[in-house]
C-alpha cells in the first residue's frame, strides 16, 4: 500500500515539476510582458454616454438647463474634435467642404448611427 | 494518504518561494520564460492545494481517525455533511480552505485575459506571498495531516451548535470575503510598484472587490441568521470580537466601493482609495489573528496557540511593506490626484461618507481591541460590550442613512443646492409624515422614531430616483412603464444595482431597529394546560416528550400558539442532548409572520408537566433576512453589467478640449 503512496506522491511532484519546467523548453517565445495597453482611453462611446447621463440628470431635474447646455456644448465639442481625428486623412482629400462643416455632420452621423445600435442609456 | 497530505504541503512552500523568485528574476531580466514558468507555479500551487482538499475531505467522510483532525472534528455517527464541512470547523482545516481557495482566485487571474498585463507578474507574486505563508503556518502550527499516536475508537464529534445549515455557508462565504480581498490589495500595490497612478487597477478589480464585498456581506447575513437560530438569546449579532472583526473590512470595502467611483469619474482621493485597499487587507488578516490568537475570548475563537504569532508577524510585515511602498511614491500620488473643488458635490458627499464609515470601523476596532488596550495599560482586562457598540455605533449608522438619503439626488455635475432641495423636499416629507405616523399610533422612544424616519426618508429617495429615471426615460424614448424601469436598470446597472443595495439596507434598518428598540421578552415558568401571554399572543403548554434519533437524546416541549385570539398551530423548542458533546444543545422554535417573529426557548423543566420558557416577540426580524438578500441581489446587478467610467473624458475636459 505504502508503494502506491509513494508512486502517487511521485506523481504529483513530477506534475508540478512539469508545470514549472515546460515553458523553458516551449518552442513559443509567448508575447512578451505587456506593458501599457490600458489607457484612460477617450472614445466617441464614452462621451455618448457621459452626454446621455447628463441628459438623464436633466430631465431628472438635478441640473439646471443653463448648466445642462453647457456641459452638452462642452461633450459636443470634444465628440467634434475625436471626431475630427478619426477622420483626418479623409478629409484632406476633400477640398470642397470645410473641415469644421464635415466634422459636425459626421459627429451628428456617428451619434446617430450609436443611438440606433444601443438606444438610448441613462 | 500522511504520505501524500504531507508531499502537498511541503511542496506548496516550495511552489509558492519558486513562483515568487521567478516572477522576480522574470521582471528583472524582462524574460516571459521566468513569468511563463511562475505562472506554471501557480498552476501547480492549485493542483497540490485541490489534492491536499479533496485528500481531507475524504479522510473526514471516510472517518480516518488515525489522523488527528478528523478525530478532533468528526465521529462515526456524524452526518455525512457535517463530517465534510468539519474541513472548517478547525484551525488547521481552516488554513487550508484559505489556501485553496486564495490558489484558485491567484490562478484564475495569472490565466485570466489580462494574463499579459504588466502588472500581473507583481500581482501573482504578492499572493503567492500569502499562499506560500499559509503552507508555512500549515507545516508549523495547523498540519491537517497530522497522526494520532493512537486511533480512536472513534472521534470527539462536532460542537453541535456547528451541526447546522450555517456551518455550510457561513465560514465559506466569510473566506471567500477575505480571500477576495488580497486581490485588490495586490493590484494596488503592483501598481504602485510600476508606478502606474491611473484608475487602471481599480478598472481590473472593480469584479473582484465587488464579488469580495458580496460574500463578506452574505457571511455576516447568514452569520447572523444562524446566530439566531441556533445560540438561542433572541439576537443575531453580539458584537463578539471575531464578528467584528468581518464587521470591520466590510465597513472599508464599502467606503472603497464607494470612493472608487470619484477616482474613476474626477481623477480624486488616489491616496484615500489605496489606503482603503490596503486597510481592508490588513483587516482580513487582523479577523484571522484574532480567531487564531485567542488573546480576546470569542464563540468564534479557534483557542489560543502560536498561530496567531505568526498572523501578527505576517500581518506586521505586511502593513510595513504597504507603507512603504506607499510612502515612497507618495509625491507621485500626490501630483497625479486631484483636490475636491466644491463642498456641495457628488464627491464631497462621498467623502463625508467614507469618513463616517471609517469613523464606524474605527469605533468597532476600538471597542473590540478595548480589552487589549486596557490590560496592557491597567493591568486588567475591560469588556466594552454591546452598550458601548450600541451607542457608538447607532449615531454613526443613523449618519450613514441619511447620506445615503441625500446622496442619490446630488448631480454628478454642476450640483446645486437649490436643485437638491427640490428634489429632497418629497422624499424628507414621506420621511416626516413616516416620524407623525409612529408618534401617532403610540410608538415610543425617541432614538428608535428618528431611525424609522431616516430610513423612510433613505427609501422615499431611492423609490423617487427610480420612478423620476423612469419617467425620464419614458418621455424621452416613448417606452411603455415596464420596458422603461427594465431599460434603465439595464443601461447603468452600476447605479440601479447600488440603489437596491441601498433599498436592502433600508429593510435591514428597519429590522434592526424594530428589533432592538421594540422587543418584547418573557421567562416563566408553566404547568401543562397553563398558558404564557406575550404580545399578541398566547401559548399553551400541553406537554413534554422526550425521544432518542441517532443516539442523541432528544427533550420537546409541545405549546399551542394562538395569535389575536386564533389558533395558528404549534410551536416546539428542543433541548438535544448529544451522545458526544457534554452540554445540551437548544434548539429554538420560531413562528414568523410579516411583522414579527415569536422566538420561544426551552430553558428547563422539572419533570414532564412543568417547564421554563424563554418567549420573545420580535419585531421585523425578518426583514433583515429579505434585506440581506436583497442587497445581494442588488450586488448581483452591479456586478453582472457594471463598468467603469473612463477617465479619458475627465482628461479632455480638464484640457479644455
Known sequence: MDFIYLIVGSAIILTC??????????????????????????????????VNELE??????????????????????????????????????????????????????????????????? | MYLIGNITLYLGIVIAAYTIIANVIGIRKQNNKWIESARGGVLSLLFVSLIASFLLLYLLGTSQFQFEYVAAYTSHNLPMVYKLTAFWAGNAGSLLLWTVLLSVYTAMLVFSKEKQNSMMPY??????????????????????????????????????????????LHPVTLYLGYVGLA??????????????????????????????????????????????????????????PVENASFLPWLTVSAFLHSVMIQERKGMLKTWNISLVILSYLLTLF????????????????????????????????????????????????????????YFSKESSFLLNNLILVAGAFAVFWGTMYPLISESLKGTKINVGAPYFNSVMAPILLLLLLLMAVCPLIAWQKATVDRFLKNAIWPFAVGVLAAIILVVVGVKGTFAIIGLASTVFMFATHVQEFLQGTRARMKATKENIAKA????????????????VHIGIALIAIGVISSHAYPEDILKTVERGENIAIGD??????????????????????????????????????????????????????????????????????????????????PFVSWIWIGGGIMVFGTAIALIGGRTNSTGLLKAFRAGR
Do not use: C
Request: proline share 3%; aromatic share 14%.
Open chain 1, 17 to 50: 515539476f512539469y508545470f514549472v519546467v515546460s515553458p523553458f523548453f516551449s518552442r513559443n517565445e509567448g508575447r512578451s510582458s505587456e506593458t501599457d495597453s490600458w489607457e484612460s482611453t477617450l472614445t466617441l462611446d464614452s462621451v455618448y454616454s457621459a
Open chain 1, 56 to 122: 438623464m440628470d436633466y430631465l431628472m431635474k438635478k441640473i439646471k438647463e443653463k448648466d445642462f447646455l453647457q456641459l452638452k456644448e462642452q461633450y459636443q465639442m470634444i465628440a467634434t474634435e475625436l471626431v475630427k481625428q478619426e477622420g483626418k486623412p479623409k478629409r484632406e482629400t476633400n477640398n470642397n467642404v470645410s473641415q469644421a462643416e464635415e466634422a459636425e455632420l459626421e459627429l451628428l452621423r456617428e451619434l446617430q448611427k450609436l443611438r440606433k445600435k444601443k438606444g438610448r442609456s441613462s
Open chain 2, 123 to 168: 500581482v501573482s507574486s504578492i499572493l503567492s506571498l500569502n499562499i506560500l505563508f499559509f503552507f508555512v503556518v500549515m507545516i508549523l502550527g495547523g498540519n491537517p495531516f497530522a497522526m494520532t499516536e493512537t486511533i480512536p475508537a472513534d472521534g470527539k464529534g462536532l460542537n453541535p451548535m456547528l451541526q447546522h445549515p450555517g456551518m455550510i
Open chain 2, 183 to 240: 486581490v485588490p490589495f495586490a493590484f494596488a500595490i503592483g501598481a504602485l510598484i510600476l508606478r502606474r497612478m491611473d484608475a487602471e487597477w481599480i478598472k481590473l478589480t472593480r469584479r473582484w472587490t465587488i464579488t469580495a464585498w458580496l460574500f463578506l456581506t452574505l457571511g455576516n447575513m447568514i452569520g447572523g441568521w444562524w446566530a439566531y437560530l441556533e445560540l438561542g438569546w433572541g439576537g443575531y449579532w453580539a458584537w463578539d
Open chain 2, 287 to 342: 479577523g484571522t489573528f484574532l480567531v487564531r490568537s485567542g488573546v480576546l475570548t470569542s464563540v468564534h475563537a479557534f483557542g489560543s496557540g502560536p498561530l496567531g504569532t505568526y498572523f501578527l508577524i505576517f500581518m506586521a510585515f505586511m502593513m510595513l511593506f504597504s507603507i512603504y511602498i506607499v510612502i515612497s511614491r507618495y509625491q507621485l500620488i500626490k501630483k497625479e490626484s486631484i483636490p475636491i473643488e466644491s
Open chain 2, 485 to 500: 424601469i427594465y431599460k434603465l436598470t439595464r443601461k447603468n446597472q452600476r447605479r440601479y444595482g447600488g440603489y437596491i
Open chain 2, 537 to 618: 399572543y398566547v401559548l399553551t403548554f400541553n406537554g413534554l416528550t422526550e425521544q432518542t434519533e441517532n443516539g442523541n437524546g432528544i427533550v420537546t416541549a409541545d405549546l399551542k400558539v394562538d395569535y389575536n385570539g386564533k389558533n395558528v398551530g404549534s410551536i416546539n423548542p428542543e433541548k438535544i442532548f448529544y451522545e458526544t458533546w457534554p452540554e445540551p444543545s437548544t434548539e429554538v422554535a420560531i413562528k414568523t409572520n410579516w411583522k414579527e417573529d415569536l422566538y420561544v426557548v426551552l430553558s428547563s423543566w422539572e419533570n414532564s408537566e412543568k417547564i421554563t420558557l424563554q418567549v420573545k416577540v420580535n
